[in-house]
């Protein structure tokens, strides 16, 4: 079966760093676009970006562009979550997913909806 498993959360102080991994297994990876998304306690799930399956299209959420950068290594059935300038409003519960269908519009792909594989998640707090 699918698993999605999220690494490299932490604690950091305001204007630090992070770099998110999302290791991949039971699919075609390389097939697949796949999304970042996040949740804080009493809030929803929040898209924060998402890269399409051949790495051509990436959309970011509005409250992380220009901060955060996806990238993929196919090779490696590894997404990736490049967190700069990070705020303390970024805490939250960071989830990759991937989508059932091989869409690859931002409509689409911003929908958790569209998602019916998820990660357990890995905790972001962000000090500050």
């Known amino acids: 079966q699918v698993q999605l498993v999220e690494s490299g959360g932490g604690l950091v102080q305001a204007g630090g760093s992070l770099r998110l991994s999302c290791a991949a297994a039971?699919?075609?990876?390389?097939?697949?676009?796949l999304g970042w998304f996040r949740q804080a306690p009493g809030k929803e799930r929040e898209f924060v970006g998402a890269i399409s399956w051949s790495g051509s299209n990436i959309y970011y959420g509005d409250s992380v562009k220009g901060r955060f950068t996806i990238s993929r290594d196919n090779g490696k059935n590894t997404l990736y979550l490049q967190m700069n300038s990070l705020k303390a409003e970024d805490t939250a519960v960071y989830y990759c997913?991937?989508?059932?269908?091989?869409?690859?519009?931002?409509?689409?792909?911003?929908?958790?909806?569209?998602?019916?594989?998820w990660g357990q998640g890995t905790q972001v707090t962000v000090s500050s």
């Open positions: 039971g699919l075609t990876f390389s097939s697949y676009s």
């Open positions: 997913a991937a989508p059932r269908f091989r869409g690859t519009t931002y409509s689409y792909l911003a929908r958790s909806a569209s998602y019916d594989y």
